[in-house]
Every structure is written in structure tokens, then in C-alpha cells.
């Protein structure tokens, strides 16, 4: 299994920046993708952006240009810089992480962190 720690949620001004990051630990040998999501109550959790082992990047058109998601694959680190947030953004931010775990067959393993609040006021 693979567990997620995630921090730097908050609350923020419209046009701030926060910057999350998201931990993983467990028997990892390598990192297919980690990646955030985001939801807020009474929606479907959505798609925020996601980064490969290979560094390719994805990103969700409503945050193109204002977040920036990287990996530190070394530390099993994952951070997504925020900024020009808007009251939009306004969510229960989630990090996933799809790993390959050297204890099990087949090693690939997906797991999600419990979630951190992003609060944005106009």
C-alpha cells in the first residue's frame, strides 16, 4: 500500500498563492504519477493536474497558467504551486499517487491522501 500526507491547504485572498505538498511513503521502487484533485460538496471529485515519472504534465483548462504541479521522485514528492487563486478554487484539494510497490504482484498500487482545505475569499 502507499500512503499520502498531504499539507499546506489555508485560506487565502483572491489573487494569493499557496503551494500544497503531498508525501508518499511505503515500499516504493518507482512512480508511475502522482496527482491532484479537487471537490467540493454536493460535486463529483474533479481533475486538477497530473505529473508522470516522466515529468509529463496535465492539467485541468481551469487552472492552466496559474498552477504548476512537480515531482520530486527522490523524495516521493509531489507540490502544486497555486497562484492568482480565485474564489472558484475553493475546494477539498486530494493527492493521488499510482506507484509501484515492491512487495506486491503486481506491484502497482493506487492510494489517495485524506484531503486538504483551500479556502479562497473574495
Known amino acids: 500500500q502507499v500512503q499520502l500526507v498531504e499539507s499546506g491547504g489555508g485560506s487565502v485572498e483572491a489573487g494569493g498563492s499557496l503551494r500544497l505538498s503531498c508525501v508518499a511513503s511505503?515500499?516504493?521502487?518507482?512512480?508511475?504519477?502522482m496527482g491532484w484533485y479537487r471537490q467540493v460538496p454536493g460535486k463529483q471529485r474533479e481533475l486538477v493536474a497530473t505529473?508522470?515519472?516522466?515529468?509529463?504534465?496535465n492539467y485541468a483548462e481551469a487552472v492552466q497558467c496559474r498552477f504548476t504541479i512537480s515531482l520530486d521522485d527522490a523524495a516521493n514528492t509531489v507540490y502544486l504551486q497555486m497562484n492568482a487563486l480565485k474564489p472558484d478554487d475553493t475546494a477539498v484539494y486530494y493527492c493521488n499517487a499510482d506507484i509501484n510497490d515492491i512487495t506486491r504482484r503486481p506491484p502497482r498500487v493506487e492510494g489517495w491522501g485524506q484531503g486538504t482545505l483551500v479556502t479562497v475569499s473574495s
Open positions: 505529473i508522470t515519472g516522466r515529468q509529463e504534465t
Open positions: 511505503g515500499h516504493i521502487i518507482s512512480i508511475n504519477s
